[in-house]
T-cell receptor, first 115, second 114 residues
Framework: DTAVSQTPKYLVTQMGNDKSIKCEQN?????MYWYKQDSKKFLKIMFS???????INETVPNRFSPKSPDKAHLNLHINSLELGDSAVYFC??????????????FGPGTRLTVT | AQSVTQLDSHVSVSEGTPVLLRCNYS??????LFWYVQHPNKGLQLLLK??????LVKGINGFEAEFKKSETSFHLTKPSAHMSDAAEYFC????????????FGSGTRLQVQP
């Protein structure tokens, strides 16, 4: 009955490879997000989808491409991996309703290590 | 634009003593504020959220936070620290409707000494 799940939990790969991280939520939320946490624990938004439509696209290299096949899934594909991509990537979900305070629910994170 | 400043990168307390983690925010509109906790090698868990219904917000595990608009602060407190409270704590402000990205503070590592 996991609310927000990510696979894989750990990902070790070499520079230049292409990899994907998958995220699924069973909370019925209409909005999903990807955040990156660097080695200093700083978290920053990368992308957000609302009902399969991209609504937030921060300044990230175009090697990163999110894909949302439906509103319960948001995958992150990374091309030509670089050492600097090593980080923990968190998926989150929420409702995108107006006039209310809505919290985001986070997945367990995917630790990506590029060697 | 919005931002969050956590005034202490590291706080150390003894078990059973009070905890104070400080947070100041900047927002051009009425903010939505949260505290999240991250235990080592774990995901992020919501501790509490400010809804504007009450300035004193109670969260899980005995934590609470007080919203002070005049001071633009949202400090997190707990009367008595427990060893299991040792973790990284993030003060967070939410974007406006239609752009719900969270802006995180830099985090405060809470260490609890026996």
């Amino acid at each position: 009955d996991t609310a927000v799940s990510q696979t894989p939990k750990y990902l070790v790969t070499q520079m230049g490879n292409d990899k994907s991280i998958k995220c699924e939520q069973n909370l019925g939320h209409d909005t999903m997000y990807w955040y990156k946490q660097d080695s200093k624990k700083f978290l920053k938004i990368m992308f957000s989808y609302n009902n399969k439509e991209l609504i937030i696209n921060e300044t990230v290299p175009n090697r990163f491409s999110p894909k949302s096949p439906d509103k319960a899934h948001l995958n992150l594909h990374i091309n030509s991996l670089e050492l600097g991509d090593s980080a923990v990537y968190f998926c989150a979900s929420s409702f995108l309703s107006s006039g209310t305070v809505v919290e985001q629910y986070f997945g367990p994170g995917t630790r990506l290590t590029v060697t | 634009a919005q931002s969050v400043t956590q005034l202490d990168s590291h706080v150390s307390v003894s078990e059973g003593t009070p905890v104070l983690l400080r947070c100041n925010y900047s927002s051009s509109y009425s903010p939505s504020l949260f505290w999240y906790v991250q235990h080592p090698n774990k995901g992020l868990q919501l501790l509490l959220k400010y809804t504007s219904a009450a300035t004193l917000v109670k969260g899980i595990n005995g934590f609470e936070a007080e919203f002070k608009k005049s001071e633009t602060s949202f400090h997190l407190t707990k009367p008595s620290a427990h060893m299991s409270d040792a973790a990284e704590y993030f003060c967070v402000v939410s974007g406006r409707t239609g752009r719900r990205a969270l802006t995180f503070g830099s985090g405060t590592r809470l260490q609890v000494q026996p």
